[in-house]
């Protein structure tokens, strides 16, 4: 899989990228020695800023256009031929991009909403930030979203 960093302007499209599992660091205000680093260790550079092609000798960079989220996705997975929707969907932390653990159900009881506890048989928690993931109405819809932007 692919490995990303994201610049400011692109927060949303980082989310997305993280939903399939792709490993995206996202930098909010990143200086231009941060954002070599992450070049350096193999990350494709996500910019919606054009100057950003004088970057390109230094590692690889794709210029994001689209001003909708949704389009930005559906642009890089077609124009990285990214091959998503085989791909580990939901395996990493949403915020932080850390990959999750599979959790048992007892260890999350007293961090998630009864009725969760009681319909859900899976869980996951990131390492990092802690954060508990279940599949469930959320997920569903994500998927459907996903389809529907990336079909054909
Ligand atoms: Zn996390």
């Known amino acids: 899989m692919q490995r990303f960093v994201a610049d400011?302007?692109?927060g949303k499209l980082a989310r997305w990228l993280r939903?399939?599992?792709?490993?995206?660091?996202?930098?909010?205000r990143a200086t231009e020695e941060e954002i070599?680093?992450?070049?350096q260790e193999g990350r494709t550079l996500l910019t919606?800023?054009?100057?950003?092609?004088?970057?390109?000798?230094?590692?690889?960079?794709f210029i994001v256009r689209d001003n909708d989220p949704r389009m930005q996705l559906r642009d890089v997975v077609k124009g990285l031929?990214?091959?998503?929707l085989d791909g580990p969907i939901f395996s990493r932390c949403l915020s932080c991009n850390h990959p999750l653990d599979e959790v048992r159900r007892d260890e999350v009881r007293?961090?998630?909403p009864e009725y969760i506890y009681q319909?859900?048989?899976?869980?996951?928690?990131?390492?990092?930030?802690g954060k508990v993931y279940w599949p469930g109405s959320h997920a569903k819809s994500m998927r459907q979203q996903l389809r529907e932007i990336l079909k054909d």
């Not at 070599?36 to 070049?39: H, N, R």
């Not at 031929?81 to 998503?84: F, S």
């Open 119 to 129: 319909t859900q048989e899976e869980f996951h928690r990131c390492s990092d930030c």
């Open 19 to 28: 939903v399939l599992g792709c490993d995206v660091v996202y930098l909010k």
């Open 36 to 39: 070599l680093e992450k070049l």
């Open 81 to 84: 031929r990214l091959p998503v």
């Open 8 to 10: 400011r302007m692109l």
């Open 48 to 61: 919606r800023n054009r100057r950003a092609r004088s970057w390109l000798g230094k590692g690889k960079v």
């Open 110 to 112: 007293e961090e998630v």
